[in-house]
């Protein structure tokens, strides 16, 4: 079973339109995470959650928002998708804490 | 501010040769430190890990890094380079006590590891 599993894998699209991409985890881990990987591989974290807090990258723009159904899922939805957006984005869970992540296989988002 | 530093975003080596890979970070709290490895079109798997325990830190697929406080270095080394050994590297710090983020991983950019016959 994989541990951390992202849909879709790919997504395109077209600027202005709204899109979901969904992330489940089976370890049982507390915390998930969201990551946005440039064209350049740079990641940065977007998002960390557990069933306590949401704590937000101030650099992320609110069109970007977390949605978490319950503990082994965390969804990102995006609103008005601009060029800008277009990136590989990954999602992670940890035990919490500062302790390994497990990451999902990626989504490559292309906004056309 | 919490930091890490890749040096060189393009490593080539030969097969059979060594492999070093260089980390540094900065922190004013004690680090966790991890390396990540990503083969094209793939997720990141953990490689290793230092927790504050054992300096040198063994993990997979042959792969080591030691820690070094005095020189704020966590290099990742394997002895010899294999052809499946071509990816790129992330070295990446975390912290137990920092505020609301505990847990967030900060991560270097990347370096790109070739391997050539």
């Known amino acids: 079973d994989t541990a951390v599993s992202q849909t879709p894998k790919y997504l395109v699209t077209q600027m202005g339109n709204d899109k979901s991409i969904k992330c489940e985890q089976n370890?049982?881990?507390?915390?998930m995470y969201w990551y946005k990987q440039d064209s350049k591989k740079f990641l940065k974290i977007m998002f960390s959650?557990?069933?306590?807090?949401?704590?937000i990258n101030e650099t992320v723009p609110n069109r970007f928002s977390p949605k978490s159904p319950d503990k082994a899922h965390l969804n990102l939805h995006i609103n008005s998708l601009e060029l800008g957006d277009s990136a590989v984005y990954f999602c992670?869970?940890?035990?919490?804490?500062?302790?390994?992540?497990?990451f999902g296989p990626g989504t490559r988002l292309t906004v056309t | 501010a919490q930091s890490v530093t890749q040096l060189g975003s393009h490593v080539s080596v030969s097969e059979g040769a060594l492999v070093l890979l260089r980390c540094n970070y900065s922190?004013?709290?004690?680090?966790?430190l991890f390396w990540y490895v990503q083969y094209p079109n793939q997720g990141l798997q953990l490689l290793l890990k230092?927790?504050?325990?054992?300096?040198l830190v063994k993990g997979i697929n042959g792969f080591e890094a030691e820690f070094k406080k005095s020189e704020t270095s966590f290099h990742l080394t394997k002895p010899s380079a294999h052809m499946s050994d071509a990816a790129e590297y992330f070295c990446?710090?975390?912290?137990?006590?920092?505020?609301?983020?505990?847990?967030?991983?900060?991560f270097g950019k990347g370096t790109k590891l070739s391997v050539k016959p």
């Open positions: 990446a710090v975390s912290f137990k006590n920092y505020g609301g983020s505990q847990g967030n991983l900060i």
């Open positions: 922190s004013s709290v004690p680090p966790y």
């Open positions: 992670a869970c940890s035990a919490g804490g500062p302790l390994e992540q497990y």
């Open positions: 370890l049982g881990h507390d915390t």
């Open positions: 230092y927790t504050s325990a054992a300096t």
């Open positions: 959650y557990n069933n306590k807090e949401l704590i």
